[in-house]
């Protein structure tokens, strides 16, 4: 009877189906490459893209980013990289589990959370793609940075836009932070959404967007209308400057009117992220309103 027992409790301890799956387990893990050396030379990715961190790596990934190859933690698999993993099985895209040291050394300071990706470059637009932009929607905003070099605050600008549902955000191609691994982490996965227009001549392009019936504002914290007091509601962009500097006078000037936000402290500005984030959620209340009051016609 006892031994009956500890027969029974061991057949508890292994039922039939464990034997499979651990076999399946030890399967996925011979077919996943390791690299043993945490060492091996990173010379070779200085000139490529690397995405950083699960929301980056899944996002560019679900929106079918070209993946050259994926380093995963070892022994992780929890969460979102089982379908990160998944993902890349799908699209072919070589795994290969690597020590946390060598992630250290590829995400420098940013946060990996165990996995890291090598990408293409993501493709960005010209000035000559935004009427297209435009005119697929019935009343688009762009946010327009002047000169933001924080790739943190270029991230999270992507970010409020990828919320607030903007047709795209421009950038200047020289004097401002490019679309790098930091940027893509600080945007949460939104690059690899929202539409990026990269162009020569700031002001410029600026004239080219009023021609195209956008009315244009800038940030600026000597204007006297708040931000609140302006219609959001049609075509519009919101030029955004650099903090400390600000909004170059030659940009400024090409904007149709100034609106402020209301500093009541002792800062005399917000970071450039928070004023676009503020700016844009007044721009979709307005616009949710103005949608519920036309439902009642």
């Known amino acids: 009877m006892g031994r009956e027992r500890r027969d029974n409790h061991k057949r508890r301890k292994n039922p039939s189906g464990s034997n499979s799956y651990n076999r399946r387990r030890d399967e996925d893990r011979r077919a996943m490459p390791r690299l043993a050396d945490d060492r091996q030379p ?45 993902l890349c099985r799908e699209r072919h895209v070589p795994v290969t589990e690597v020590p946390k040291a060598f992630l250290d050394r590829l995400g420098g300071e940013l946060p990996h959370q165990g996995v890291a990706a090598q990408v293409a470059l993501k493709p960005t637009l010209s000035l000559d793609d935004l009427p297209e932009i435009i005119q697929a929607l019935p009343t688009p905003m762009l946010y327009i940075l002047d000169g933001i070099q924080d790739p943190h605050n270029v991230g999270a600008i992507l970010r409020t836009a990828d919320a607030t549902g903007a047709a795209a955000v421009v ?52 204007a006297t209308a708040l931000y609140t007091e302006v219609d959001w509601t049609g075509p519009v962009a919101v030029i955004i400057g650099a903090e400390g500097r600000g909004i170059r006078p030659l940009v400024k000037r090409r904007a149709d009117g100034l609106i402020k936000l209301p500093m009541l402290g002792h800062v005399s500005s917000l970071n450039a992220s928070n004023a676009a984030a503020v700016i844009g959620f007044e721009a979709v209340r307005q616009r949710l309103r103005k949608k519920s009051l036309l439902t009642r016609i």
């Open 171 to 222: 950038i200047p191609e020289r004097g401002a932070a490019g679309l790098t691994a930091v940027v893509a982490k600080a945007s949460a996965g939104a690059m690899e959404y929202v539409p990026v227009v990269r162009v020569t001549n700031l002001s410029q392009a600026i004239d080219k967007i009023k021609q195209m019936g956008v009315f244009v504002y800038a940030a600026d914290p000597e």
């Open 42 to 86: 990173l010379e070779d990715l200085e000139d490529t893209p690397v995405l950083v961190g699960r929301h980056p790596v899944l996002e560019a990934l679900r929106a079918e980013r070209a993946i050259t190859r994926l380093w995963l933690q070892e022994g992780l698999k929890e969460g979102s990289l089982r379908e990160i993993v998944s």
